[in-house]
């Protein structure tokens, strides 16, 4: 067999060794040229002001200083030439493997050229950018008004609400909280437009569609008919969110899915209740919405007047029984007296307060508007419980946002609506309940919580999760008081 390469022709030791030898010189000198270009390139970067280098102006661009770092560096590069043309050997492996090394040190050169000028260039774009995106003024400090906290009855508790508006930055919002025993609005807080108020006025308007929260007056009528009580069956059929028509056609021999009128409310759902508003009738309705403050012209027109129309049959009378329309209207106000009145089952009595005038009555007024049965408020109670221990308020308000001590301490209630309005436009999300202490229940507290989302926009965090950190901050004060 005839090989390519003769082992019997090769060179002696001392040159083949020689070779190697100005190869590994020629192979260090292109690494360090190639580290004196990426040296003197970041030397240039992080130049200080003021800086001469070979006498130039430190505003040289980068072509000028690269062409002085090549006038500099010809040098090597003329004796790399030298180099290659002294080991002209007979060898052909060593003469390619020169004109290698050199191909690739001169190759690395000008890519660590090319290299510095787009640096160059990203720096000055980048530098461009900023300047013209950077405003002239910096943003306004926000300043805090603390007077309208210091006049609350909580101050703390007031400082508390309005820290958690600033930093959810609701579109709209009224938070109210209220002591039952006495009825008074012990703190509060208001937005608007993005913007903590200093003066309340959402507390009392009346133009805020109520949604799931009118359910409370379907329920309410259904026990005072006696024809239901908490365990009653009714027939689940559909999604709960939606209420079609379909949905409020029972046949008369159903055997199909049923769900408890509890549950029903606890879940808000829709369909179910709009059957039970079907079975009740308008009038039974009417009457309960009148107990829990509805179509009332109250002293002082403070609140306004809640409105709650439903029509004597047909479909708009299952839209207004679960609360599937905006014309039935509530004020902050009133849902804080209908969760007072089911606390205490007493007759609706509205939350007052010496220092807001023109928003809440000065003192306690009382309502002639009738009184529900003792199974009727136990069975509203007892709903609301379950709205947080197998409802729509159980995601939130749990020891995810509330203190595992204060949480189990507490007997927690409520019920939560959501709804598009008009005045002011957007998502109107709600939350009205109240918490209890398990100890001594003459410690509670009730919370309303109104909220308006942008449609196509942000959205704060949600009602049930503020009033969980209401919940949980009040306890904290109320229960493990500081010795």
Same mark, same amino acid.
């Given at each position: 067999?005839?090989?390519?390469?003769?082992?019997?022709?090769?060179?002696?030791?001392?040159?083949?060794?020689?070779?190697?030898? =100005?190869?590994?010189?020629?192979?260090?000198?292109?690494?360090?040229?190639?580290?004196?270009?990426?040296?003197?390139?970041?030397?240039?970067?992080?130049?200080?002001?003021?800086?001469?280098?070979?006498?130039?102006?430190?505003?040289?661009?980068?072509?000028?200083?690269?062409?002085?770092?090549?006038?500099?560096?010809?040098?090597?590069?003329?004796?790399?030439?030298?180099?290659?043309?002294?080991?002209?050997?007979?060898?052909?492996?060593?003469e390619s493997a020169a004109k290698s090394l050199f191909g690739e040190a001169k190759a690395s050169t000008e890519a660590a050229t090319k290299e510095s000028?787009?640096?160059?260039?990203?720096?000055?774009?980048?530098?461009?950018?900023?300047?013209?995106?950077?405003?002239?003024?910096?943003?306004?400090?926000?300043?805090?008004?603390?007077?309208?906290?210091?006049?609350?009855?909580?101050?703390?508790?007031?400082?508390?609400?309005?820290?958690?508006?600033?930093?959810?930055?609701?579109?709209?919002?009224?938070?109210?909280?209220?002591?039952?025993?006495?009825?008074?609005?012990?703190?509060?807080?208001?937005?608007?437009?993005?913007?903590?108020?200093?003066?309340?006025?959402?507390?009392?308007?009346?133009?805020?569609?109520?949604?799931?929260?009118?359910?409370?007056?379907?329920?309410?009528?259904?026990?005072?008919?006696?024809?239901?009580?908490?365990?009653?069956?009714?027939?689940?059929?559909?999604?709960?969110?939606?209420?079609?028509?379909?949905?409020?056609?029972?046949?008369?021999?159903?055997?199909?899915?049923?769900?408890?009128?509890?549950?029903?409310?606890?879940?808000?759902?829709?369909?179910?209740?709009?059957?039970?508003?079907?079975?009740?009738?308008?009038?039974?309705?009417?009457?309960?919405?009148k107990m829990l403050g509805y179509n009332t012209n109250f002293p002082g027109g403070l609140p306004g007047r809640s409105n709650y129309a439903p029509p004597?049959?047909?479909?708009?009378?299952?839209?207004?029984?679960?609360?599937?329309?905006?014309?039935?209207?509530?004020?902050?106000?009133?849902?804080?007296?209908?969760?007072?009145?089911?606390?205490?089952?007493?007759?609706?009595?509205?939350?007052?307060?010496?220092?807001?005038?023109?928003?809440?009555?000065?003192?306690?007024?009382?309502?002639?508007?009738?009184?529900?049965?003792?199974?009727?408020?136990?069975?509203?109670?007892?709903? !609301?419980?379950?709205?947080?221990?197998?409802?729509?308020?159980?995601?939130?308000?749990?020891?995810?946002?509330?203190?595992?001590?204060?949480?189990?301490?507490?007997? =927690?209630?409520?019920?939560?609506?959501?709804?598009?309005?008009?005045?002011?436009?957007?998502?109107?999300?709600?939350? !009205?309940?109240?918490?209890?202490?398990?100890?001594?229940?003459?410690?509670?507290?009730?919370?309303?919580?109104?909220?308006?989302?942008?449609?196509?926009?942000?959205?704060?965090?949600?009602?049930?999760?503020?009033?969980?950190?209401?919940?949980?901050?009040?306890?904290?004060?109320?229960?493990?008081?500081?010795?």
């Amino acid at each position: 067999m005839k090989y390519y390469y003769d082992p019997q022709n090769r060179l002696p030791y001392k040159k083949r060794l020689r070779n190697r030898c =100005i190869a590994i010189a020629i192979f260090v000198a292109a690494c360090a040229l190639i580290g004196s270009c990426i040296f003197k390139s970041g030397e240039q970067a992080t130049q200080p002001t003021g800086f001469v280098v070979n006498g130039n102006d430190p505003t040289a661009t980068s072509k000028e200083w690269i062409t002085d770092t090549l006038r500099v560096d010809s040098s090597i590069i003329d004796s790399l030439k030298e180099a290659h043309r002294a080991i002209k050997v007979k060898d052909p492996l060593t003469e390619s493997a020169a004109k290698s090394l050199f191909g690739e040190a001169k190759a690395s050169t000008e890519a660590a050229t090319k290299e510095s000028e787009r640096n160059e260039n990203l720096e000055n774009t980048q530098a461009t950018v900023t300047a013209a995106v950077t405003p002239e003024n910096p943003p306004e400090v926000e300043i805090v008004d603390s007077v309208h906290i210091k006049n609350q009855k909580d101050v703390f508790l007031a400082e508390k609400i309005d820290n958690m508006l600033r930093r959810f930055k609701p579109m709209h919002s009224a938070i109210l909280v209220v002591e039952p025993n006495s009825n008074e609005i012990i703190a509060w807080g208001e937005t608007k437009n993005y913007k903590v108020q200093n003066a309340p006025d959402y507390i009392s308007r009346n133009t805020f569609p109520a949604a799931s929260l009118a359910k409370t007056v379907t329920i309410a009528a259904a026990m005072e008919s006696n024809r239901y009580s908490l365990n009653s069956p009714i027939p689940d059929r559909g999604a709960h969110h939606t209420l079609y028509k379909n949905q409020l056609r029972v046949p008369e021999n159903y055997a199909g899915p049923t769900i408890e009128l509890q549950d029903a409310y606890a879940k808000s759902a829709n369909p179910p209740l709009g059957i039970i508003g079907l079975n009740v009738g308008a009038k039974r309705l009417r009457d309960a919405a009148k107990m829990l403050g509805y179509n009332t012209n109250f002293p002082g027109g403070l609140p306004g007047r809640s409105n709650y129309a439903p029509p004597d049959s047909g479909y708009g009378l299952a839209e207004v029984s679960c609360g599937f329309i905006q014309s039935t209207t509530l004020s902050p106000l009133l849902a804080a007296a209908q969760v007072r009145s089911i606390l205490a089952k007493k007759p609706l009595e509205i939350p007052w307060a010496k220092d807001l005038e023109g928003i809440a009555p000065k003192q306690r007024i009382a309502l002639d508007v009738g009184k529900f049965s003792e199974n009727t408020y136990y069975g509203l109670r007892a709903a !609301m419980l379950r709205s947080v221990t197998n409802g729509t308020a159980r995601k939130h308000l749990s020891t995810k946002n509330m203190a595992r001590k204060n949480f189990n301490a507490l007997n =927690i209630g409520g019920k939560t609506g959501s709804l598009d309005g008009n005045d002011p436009n957007g998502r109107y999300e709600w939350f !009205m309940g109240f918490a209890q202490s398990k100890e001594d229940p003459k410690k509670a507290i009730i919370v309303v919580i109104m909220q308006v989302h942008d449609l196509q926009g942000y959205r704060s965090q949600p009602a049930c999760q503020v009033a969980a950190m209401i919940m949980n901050y009040w306890a904290h004060q109320t229960l493990w008081p500081k010795k």
